[in-house]
């Protein structure tokens, strides 16, 4: 079975400032790899999806996020932070090869100080 | 377009009530799954309907909770009788069809029902 794991339960960055959210997925193929945000009290919403082809995906509201088969990593990355970035953020996996249940990770809650 | 709906937002009930929580997806997806996020963790996939039929309630603890779809659109999640465990925001999402790797295949997701079993 798949496995996820966000190492990082806090990340503070300063508004402004580069962002990196690590995440490593255990899967014996490619998996589908998946980014996500929460806001409190909101459901996700997707930001980034893998699936195959070019290894380094562009995202909504300016993230992006690189697959790196050596290191089984798909790390979210944003040039510049913004206040509203603020929010959780997870890593999910989903097997590519017969059931679709996805598996997310613990999430990783951003910190942006002014 | 509207979103997921769900209701209620909050509920807190004793252990060993019962307690339903009520989903409406997105006008026409066909799939539609329930999580239930804990405090701290990621969501876990409960349930995932296609149409009104069950495509994998593995994960589903089925001597206490209970879901189904009426006519392929709304759907009800049950849990009967609570446990303190029980304890979550139980997430309510729809997407277009099953397989993930479909162009149109994001899952939207609803706000959640925050469930305090005291």
């Known amino acids: 079975a798949q496995s996820v794991t966000q190492p990082d339960i806090h990340i503070t960055v300063s508004e402004g400032a580069s962002l990196e959210l690590r995440c490593n997925y255990s899967?014996?193929?490619?998996?589908?790899l998946f980014w996500y945000v929460q806001s409190p009290g909101q459901g996700l919403q997707l930001l980034l999806k893998y699936f195959s082809g070019d290894t380094l995906v562009q995202g909504i509201k300016g993230f992006e996020a690189e697959f790196k088969r050596s290191q089984s990593s798909f790390n979210l990355r944003k040039p510049s932070v913004h206040w509203s970035d603020a929010a959780e953020y997870f890593c999910?996996?989903?097997?590519?090869?017969?059931?679709?249940?996805?598996?997310f990770g613990r999430g990783t809650s951003l910190i942006v100080h002014p | 377009e509207a979103g997921v709906a769900q209701s209620p937002r909050y509920k807190i009930i004793e252990k060993r009530q019962s307690v339903a929580f009520w989903c409406n997806p997105i006008?026409?997806?066909?799939?539609l799954y329930w999580y239930q996020q804990i405090l701290g963790q990621g969501p876990k996939l409960l349930i995932q309907f296609q149409n009104n039929g069950v495509v994998d309630d593995s994960q589903l603890p089925k001597d206490r909770f209970s879901a189904e779809r009426l006519k392929g659109v709304d759907s009800t999640l049950k849990i009967q009788p609570a446990k303190l465990e029980d304890s979550a925001v139980y997430l309510c999402a729809s997407s277009l069809g099953e397989r993930p790797s479909g162009t149109r295949n994001e899952q939207f997701f609803g706000p959640g029902t925050r469930l305090t079993v005291l």
């Open positions: 006008s026409g997806h066909a799939t």
């Open positions: 899967y014996g193929a490619t998996p589908y």
């Open positions: 999910a996996v989903v097997a590519s090869g017969g059931s679709y249940i996805p598996t």
